[in-house]
Each structure stands twice: as C-alpha cells, then as structure tokens.
C-alpha cells in the first residue's frame, strides 16, 4: 500500500512538471513573438518617419527653387524612396512620395505644393 502511495506522489510531480514546462514553453513562444512584432513595429516607424522627411524636404526644395530634384534616392534598410511632382496647367501641382520594398510599393503619400513668391 506504501508504494502505492509514493507512485502516486511521483505522479504527481511529473504531471506539475509536465504541465511547468508546457507553461515555460509557451511564454518563451508568445515573448520571441511579441519581439518580432515590435521589431516590426519599429522598421515601419522608421520607414515613416524617413517619408515625412523627404516629403517636406520636397516641399521647401519646391518652395524655394520652383522645381524637386531627386538626384539621390534615400533608402532606409531595404526601403527605396522616389518623388514624384504632377504638374498640369491649371492645377496646383502634387507632391507624391512613394516608398519601395523590394521593388514592392509600400505607401504613398500626397501633399500639394504651393510656391513661395518674394
């Protein structure tokens, strides 16, 4: 009857354990997936952020000169940008600045340009 009892106890050590390591397992799997996505996260900001920039580079260049030149294309990580100016007679023109993964689009934005007079 005695080593009944200690079966059962050793039972029930390796169930506990059991169940710990499947308790370990998964928070080591929801935590290296919560890092991705943040990594992620942090990738898309940057790429935004980088747009912004170049998009309200173009504006003063714009504001300024008359015209946007793109003779270097930024890039950020494996993120190409290009900026294009429409320009059709009547209109105000429009500033879009595209961003490009892999030769992929990504995102556009669009902003009118307005030319400063002096």
């Not at 030149?69 to 993120?79: A, K, N, Q």
């Amino acid at each position: 009857m005695k080593v009944q009892q200690e079966g059962f106890l050793y039972m029930d050590v390796l169930a506990s354990l059991f169940v710990m390591s499947l308790l370990c397992s998964t928070l080591f799997v929801l935590m290296m997936s919560s890092i991705q996505q943040y990594k992620k996260m942090m990738d898309e900001d940057r790429t935004l952020q980088a747009m912004i920039l170049y998009m309200e580079e173009g504006k003063v260049t714009y504001a300024t000169t008359g015209h946007v030149e793109s003779e270097i294309l930024p890039s950020v990580g494996d993120i190409r940008f290009q900026r294009i100016v429409d320009t059709k007679l009547g209109e105000i023109p429009v500033l879009t600045v595209i961003a490009y993964r892999n030769g992929e689009e990504k995102h556009r934005f669009r902003t009118y340009l307005m030319k400063y007079n002096r």
